[in-house]
């Protein structure tokens, strides 16, 4: 399996609604990432797992929660969000080369 | 602080002309990824380059790494209309699992009839 997956594709939320974008992947990697693109714009980082442990916070607003709740798994939880945080969400897991491979992502809208 | 900077940001070609997508680097690396973007979909990974003189190729594209010159190439060959898309060329900081990519700002590639 050569896959990361994504869930939900799509997620139309109000600044006051909890949710979560979960990721996973069965590649045996023990790296993952998540990333916000912008329209036009490169992907990026936002957090860095190896290991299952928080290695990279590229500064990001409490507003957004990661958590692995083991090596396959990737979950970001979202809370009050503001409409300029409405992006396409990727997921990634690397090889041991560093070749990272993305997920189809989440495309998120904040009301 | 490590910079990549592709050019050109716009490329619009006709088909069955050959181009080339440039990305230099600022500082040592010896890995360099190209990804491949379509309209609103994520990252498709196109080649890894591992070592200085690296060339790959894959149908019509072609990507080359020069470390000493800390410049990558993607040279496009007889190009068609899929090939239209956004390619990002990335590098990365240490070379373990959990590495941080820092991408460039992408090329958008329009192929003309």
């Known amino acids: 399996d050569t896959e990361v997956t994504q869930t939900p594709k799509h997620l139309v939320m109000g600044m006051t609604n909890k949710k979560s974008l979960k990721c996973e992947q069965h590649m045996g990697h023990r790296a993952m990432y998540w990333y916000k693109q912008k329209a036009k714009k490169p992907p990026e980082l936002m957090f860095v797992y190896s290991y299952e442990k928080l290695s990279i916070n590229e500064s990001v607003p409490s507003r957004f929660s990661p958590e692995c709740p083991n090596s396959s798994l990737l979950n970001l939880h979202l809370h009050a969000l503001q409409p300029e945080d409405s992006a396409l969400y990727l997921c990634a897991s690397s090889h041991p080369d560093g070749e990272q491979f993305f997920g189809p992502g989440t495309r998120l809208t904040v009301l | 602080e490590l910079k990549v900077e592709q050019n050109p940001l716009f490329l619009s070609m006709q088909e069955g002309k050959n181009y080339t997508i440039y990305c230099n680097y600022s500082?040592?690396?010896?890995?360099l990824y190209w990804y491949r973007q379509d309209p609103g979909k994520s990252l498709e990974s196109l080649f890894v380059?591992?070592?200085?003189?690296a060339v790959k190729q894959e149908g019509r594209l072609m990507a080359s790494l020069d470390t000493k010159a800390r410049l990558s190439t993607l040279h496009i060959t007889a190009a068609v209309h899929d090939l239209s898309a956004t390619y990002f060329c990335a590098v990365t900081t240490f070379y373990n699992q959990g590495g941080k990519l820092i991408f460039g700002q992408g090329t958008e590639l329009s192929v003309k009839p």
């Open positions: 380059l591992l070592s200085n003189g």
């Open positions: 500082t040592t690396s010896d890995r």
